[in-house]
């Protein structure tokens, strides 16, 4: 699908402003499951976060997927404590609840104030008096959850594999792996960590936080039309990105379906694989490096983001006109087989380190129906060769099976596994 | 210790403030509206003229006919204190006035100003002045914590005695020693123990905690400022010694007004909760003990304390709340089983040193401790629902 293609709603193109689902136009929902957004227009920037629009949780897939990327993250990946199944299905349910009430922007339990005045409300409070935000709110269960703990081993799909060691990775274990993880993406931090701290409270006891990550300024779109946002590094990447609406290459590259849903993955139909990988960005030696240098590294031009040889950033591109170890030519489908995953990157900065360098990079998010045909060849090569590693070193890294959507008010997530 | 102080249990002088109640002592005002009632205090006994007698203004005419220094209570039924006179000496009168509301009440002497006292029951008339209605078991549990930490107050004296007396002997390995363990009275009632706010400030205080201004040199005293001194500084000089006697008497003084802390059931509950906060931002992390790393028996004592207030307080909340008194009994258990990873006996307060307590079983202790902690908060409002 090309970004020219003008979409059928109320005669208005995807180059102005858009509004999906919640702001009162269906549109997509089928492949979205429930996506709902208003998102950048044309070439300008609009102040989406002013919209506050809510994104429906139910639907066949889970929200926070196919959903227009929103400004900000608050990743989160739990260990389980218990070790009592039920238990952990419970918290399962007392967490399906009480994202339903987050994302439509209600307080969670019996609300912040009003209560005992001896006793803590059951919300914290901070996102009081703020939208939805288009918060979306996105489960996914790590490969130790199958290590027998809670009789699961007969469900571990194939597809949730253990990532190989790429070239290059110097992973923290302290910011890797987890049994559960939330991907909790608003357009106002406040709401996002509203969520995750919410969630995590309800789950002291049953679980534990393991790791966690705060991000920004969207790196990656799912909608195409707009403009794709810039890394840290002041590059655009990904511009491909798989969009929201493209219902045939969803179905092709991120959800799970068909024979990838049998057996032991069957309770995966409708879900999706997601990877996460924290990668830290050596800021200060980027910025010393040549224009020129910089731009072949990337294989685009800085301005416009074109692939080399080509004006706009949309331009299909010739992958030999570019150095052999150029992130866009090894990252690029056709040199992976096709491999093709769905972005929902942010940028991160904690800061600075100790040295006074900005601890900052990106949170690489990536969705596919299975890593062994999208990020693992992708990242093999990229981790072999790319030109760009000099500057990069993915410092964490986590596996999640990305279960389906909640259907409705009796289902919660991970019915289908527990069941 | 803590930085800010939020307690939920404060000292006698604000209950008092709160229950309008004035205890003082005059000379010759023995004019309550059914004339004086008169307490004869001796070394064995402890006479109340009447049993029974009008709510409202109520003068006490305290004589101490015995050998001993004596003090009288008027006490609620959960032991908390309506109104009381110190330092009656032997041979001396004293009068007790205060505006006490119709209901049961204890009246107690102590002779030599230590221990429960010798106590009869009083039960002052009147309508349209009821107290507050309060269930039995909340009371009991109220009293039987009061004693709890008085008991606690009472045994560390003698704990801290044989640290000081190590210091003022400049014997460093018996002061190491006997260090941690002199502490656990007053970190298994640390919310109570703080609430003295001029105490706690003198006795537990880190070195960050200090004002600006202060001089560490001359105005840092108690535990923490002895621990620097053994383990830092390695030396036991004369200002070591001078802070040892320091220690005694401060203690000493809390020791003596612990009995006055105001407690209720759920500042009893909130109480436990703050124990486990103590835990969660000073032990956990290693900053309450960084010269000795004995955090694991603050820890420990932290939790002990709440999980008495927990017990005591479990006849009404199981009423109330079945469930969280089950998840509470858990996750007691849980915590206490992970502690004990870190002593081989059971019955001692060896713990390993915090030092050696890596990043992982840190996280592991500061999970339990939020397991712990988050149900618990819940524990107030499961006693007054």
């Known amino acids: ?419 | 210790m803590r930085a800010v102080r939020l307690s939920v249990v404060t000292a006698a002088a604000t209950a008092a403030a709160l229950t309008a109640v004035t205890g003082c002592a005059e000379k010759s005002d023995a004019k309550g509206a059914d004339g004086a009632v008169t307490v004869i205090a001796k070394d064995d006994s402890c006479e109340v003229s009447k049993k029974e007698f009008p709510a409202g203004h109520v003068t006490l005419a305290v004589e101490n006919r015995g050998s001993k220094v004596t003090e009288v209570y008027v006490l609620h039924p959960d032991d908390r204190i309506v109104t009381e006179r110190e330092n009656i000496g032997p041979g001396t009168k004293a009068t007790i006035t205060a505006e006490i509301k119709a209901g049961t009440y204890t009246i107690a002497c102590k002779p030599g100003m230590v221990g429960d006292g010798i106590r009869q029951q009083v039960t002052l008339t009147g309508a349209g002045a009821a107290t507050a209605e309060r269930s039995p078991e909340m009371d009991a549990a109220v009293a039987a914590y009061r004693q709890y930490v008085q008991a606690q107050a009472d045994a560390t004296l003698p704990k801290v005695k044989v640290f000081t007396d190590a210091v003022r002997a400049g014997d460093m390995d018996a002061a190491k020693k006997a260090y941690a363990e002199s502490r656990i009275g007053w970190e298994r009632t640390e919310p109570v123990a703080e609430s003295f706010g001029d105490i706690d400030p003198k006795v537990d205080v880190r070195e960050d905690g200090l004002e600006e201004g202060q001089d560490p040199a001359k105005d840092w005293t108690g535990w923490h400022r002895l621990e620097k001194a053994l383990w830092k500084d390695k030396k036991l000089g004369a200002a070591e010694k001078q802070l040892a006697d320091t220690l005694d008497k401060d203690l000493a003084d809390w020791v003596k007004r612990v009995g006055k802390a105001e407690i209720t059931p759920t500042s009893m509950a909130n109480g436990a909760k703050e124990l486990l906060d103590e835990v969660a931002t000073g032990k956990v992390t290693g900053e309450e003990e960084r010269y000795s790393h004995t955090d694991l028996v603050d820890f420990k004592a932290n939790v002990e304390g709440a999980q008495k207030s927990f017990d005591l307080l479990k006849p009404v909340a199981t009423k109330n709340d079945p469930k969280l008194v089950a998840e509470l009994d858990k996750q007691f258990a849980a915590l206490n089983t992970l502690l004990d990873k870190y002593r081989t006996d059971k019955t001692s307060y060896v713990f390993t040193s915090y030092e050696k307590v890596g990043p992982a079983e840190r996280k592991e202790l500061s999970d339990g401790v939020n397991a712990l902690a988050e149900p618990l908060s819940k524990l107030a409002a499961a006693v007054v629902k």
């Open chain 1, 1 to 419: 699908m090309s970004e020219e293609q003008d979409l059928p709603v109320r005669g208005t193109s995807r180059r102005t402003v858009i509004g999906w689902g919640g702001a009162g136009l269906a549109l997509g929902a089928a492949a979205a499951g429930g996506a709902a957004a208003l998102a950048r227009g044309g070439d300008g920037i609009a102040p989406v976060a002013d919209s506050g629009a809510a994104v429906p949780f139910h639907g066949a897939h889970q929200a926070g997927i196919a959903t227009a990327v929103q400004d900000r993250l608050h990743f989160a990946a739990f260990d389980v404590k218990t070790t009592d199944r039920a238990e952990l299905v419970q918290l399962l349910k007392d967490w399906t609840r009480a994202a339903e009430r987050m994302t439509a922007g209600a307080e969670v339990g019996d609300g912040a104030y009003g209560g005992l005045a001896e006793a803590p409300p059951d919300d914290t409070g901070e996102a009081l008096g703020l939208k939805p935000s288009r918060l979306t709110l996105t489960i996914g269960f790590g490969p130790t959850l199958f290590d027998g703990r809670f009789g699961l081993k007969d469900k571990r799909p194939g597809a949730l594999v253990e990532l190989p060691k790429f070239p290059g990775d110097n992973l923290d274990p302290a910011r890797s792996g987890g049994d559960l993880c939330v991907q909790a993406c608003a357009d106002d931090p406040q709401v996002a960590v509203h969520a995750i701290r919410n969630l995590a409270r309800i789950g002291f006891g049953k679980v534990a936080v393991r790791w966690s990550q705060l991000g920004f300024g969207k790196t990656s779109s799912t909608t195409p039309d707009a403009q794709t946002p810039r890394n840290l590094f002041g590059f655009k990447d990904g511009t491909r990105n798989i969009a929201g609406t493209e219902t045939e290459r969803l179905a092709k590259h991120v959800w799970v379906s068909g024979k990838d849903a049998e057996g032991p993955a069957a309770w995966m139909d409708g879900g999706s694989y997601l990877v996460a990988r924290r990668i830290r960005m050596n800021v200060e030696t980027w910025d010393r490096t040549p224009l020129g240098e910089q731009e072949d590294i990337f294989g685009r031009d800085k301005r416009e983001g074109a692939p080399v040889g080509k004006a706009k950033e949309h331009d299909e591109p010739f992958l030999k006109a570019m150095k052999p170890d150029s992130h866009v030519r090894l990252a690029h489908p056709d040199t992976n087989a096709g491999a093709t995953i769905l972005r929902r990157g942010y940028s991160f900065t904690d800061g600075t380190d100790g040295l006074g360098r900005l601890e900052a990079g990106l949170f690489f998010l990536a969705y596919q129906k299975d890593v062994r045909t999208g990020f693992i060849p992708v990242q093999t090569s990229l981790g072999r060769a790319d030109a760009l590693n000099e500057y990069i070193q993915h410092v964490g890294s986590a596996l999640f099976a990305i279960p389906p959507g909640v259907r409705g008010k009796d289902d919660w997530w991970g019915r289908a596994l527990f069941s």
